[in-house]
């Protein structure tokens, strides 16, 4: 995702999301961010969420409006992490935006082969596709993904979400236990099967998972 500083003179602070394919960003990784002060004013767009983090513990979660950075305006975060209307002194906080639109067209594979039995015989298949997914709810998603997994970039994120993926076509072919013939020439039959498997683990993290395409699946030695 490609995050455009629009209104920088006016002293907002505000990202416009123009590519959607950016997960969660801290602001002020950028040295051109603005300083997060007492009385700040915060715009949170269309499709995005902010997340307060004091320490290692979640405060104030909002969604699409123009916020001011007051006590009263967000009381978790100032009983969190105290701040009196200091206009020079630094909120002591780490701010949060979360792209809560759908992230499409990412890639996922087995790392490890899928154990099919079939007729006595056990086989590995092979599997590849697509997938698309999205934020459905800030708030475990911080609890979760974030602050327990520690996933704190979007390229920790997107690189977790293929191994679940992975790990529910696994367990979909071998609760099916269809004919491994028949997962290699029409995969894509089983692929709502899967994104029902894979939501199953997603949900409670705040995830959905969504159009799950299997493109392609083979024994391992093909």
Known sequence: MIF?????NDGVIRFTDEGRNLVIYRYGSDSRDLLLLPGSRIRVEEGQAIAFMAGHELADVFDKGLYL?????????????PFRMRPVRPVRAELYFINMQPVTERKWATRSPALVREEGRNLLVRAYGTYDFQVTDA???????FRSRGFQTTYEIVSFLPTLIAGAFAATVSELRMPVPEIINHPWEISSLVCRKANQSAAPLGLEIMNVMIEGASLPDE
């Open 139 to 145: 708030i475990p998603f911080m609890l979760e993904v």
């Open 69 to 81: 950075l007051t006590p009263e305006n967000f009381p978790i975060l100032a009983e969190k992490s």
């Open 4 to 8: 455009g500083r629009k209104g920088r």
